[in-house]
C-alpha cells in the first residue's frame, strides 16, 4: 500500500520568505500527485496536481511543485510566502494504475505566516 | 455549480449511540469518498462508493458503515460511538475514480461525549 510522509509537522516563515514543503511517498509504480491546502475554517482545496510530463507543475496562488522521481519527493514551493498563505497543506498520491483509486494523505503542514 | 455539501455541519452524540453523516456529491460525480481527520492525524480513508457500490474500505471498524443512493448522495454511519470517533469527517466526490483529485465538502464535525 502507498503511503505519504510529510516531515515538516509545523512551519512558521515571515512575509516574504521562500517557502517549502517536503512531501515523500512510498510507492513502486506511476503515481498522480496532489497538494491540497485547508485555509482556517475552509474546505480542502486542490492547490496543484501531477499526472505526467514536465515535473515542475504550477498551481494557484503562485505555489509550484517539483516531482523528482529519483527521490519519490514533491515538493511544494513558492518564492515569497504572504500571511493569507497561512493554512494546513496535505500532500496525497494515488497510484496511476489500478483498482484502488483512492488518494492516500500525508498528515498535513501547519503554515503559519508572520507579518 | 453547487459544490459538495455534507450536513449537519456539527453533530454532538453520546457514546454508544448512532450517528448519520450525509453528503451530496457535486453534480455529476459519480464517486463519493469518506475521510477522518482527527487531530495530528491527517485524512485517513475510510470509504470510497461509485456507481452504488462500496469499492473500497479502509482500516476501520465494521461499525463505520456507508451507502451511496441512486442519485450518488451518500451516507455515512457510525454504530456505537466511542469517545475516539469525535473528529471531522470529510467528503469528497469525483468523476469515477481518484485519478483527477477530488473536491471536497466542508466536513461534519462529530462529537461523541
Known amino acids: 500500500a502507498q503511503s505519504v510522509s510529510q516531515h515538516n509537522h509545523h512551519v512558521i516563515l515571515s512575509e516574504a520568505a521562500s517557502l517549502e514543503l517536503g512531501c515523500n511517498y512510498s510507492?513502486?509504480?506511476?503515481?498522480?500527485l496532489f497538494w491540497y491546502v485547508q485555509y482556517p475554517g475552509q474546505h480542502l482545496q486542490l492547490l496543484l496536481k501531477y499526472f505526467s510530463g514536465d515535473p515542475l507543475v504550477k498551481g494557484i496562488k503562485g505555489f509550484e511543485a517539483e516531482f523528482i522521481k529519483s527521490k519519490f519527493s514533491f515538493n511544494l514551493r513558492k518564492p515569497s510566502v504572504q500571511w493569507s498563505d497561512t493554512a494546513e497543506y496535505f500532500c496525497?498520491?494515488?497510484?496511476?494504475?489500478?483498482?484502488?483509486?483512492?488518494?492516500?494523505f500525508g498528515t498535513g503542514t501547519r503554515l503559519q505566516v508572520t507579518l | 455549480e453547487a459544490g459538495v455539501t455534507q450536513s449537519p455541519t456539527h453533530l454532538i452524540k453520546t457514546r454508544g449511540q448512532q450517528a448519520t453523516l450525509r453528503c451530496s456529491p457535486i453534480s455529476g460525480h459519480t464517486s463519493v469518498y469518506w475521510y477522518q481527520q482527527a487531530l495530528g492525524l491527517g485524512l485517513q480513508f475510510l470509504l470510497w462508493y461509485d456507481e452504488g457500490e462500496e469499492r473500497n474500505r479502509g482500516n476501520f471498524p465494521p461499525r463505520f458503515s456507508g451507502r451511496q443512493f441512486p442519485n450518488y448522495s451518500s451516507e455515512l454511519n457510525v454504530n456505537a460511538l466511542e469517545l475516539e470517533d469525535s473528529a471531522l469527517y470529510l467528503c469528497?466526490?469525483?468523476?469515477?475514480?481518484?485519478?483527477?483529485?477530488?473536491?471536497f465538502g466542508s466536513g461534519t464535525r462529530l462529537t461523541v461525549v
Open positions: 469528497a466526490s469525483s468523476l469515477g475514480g481518484a485519478s483527477y483529485g477530488y473536491t
Open positions: 496525497a498520491v494515488n497510484p496511476a494504475t489500478g483498482t484502488a483509486s483512492k488518494l492516500t
Open positions: 510507492y513502486g509504480g506511476t503515481v498522480n
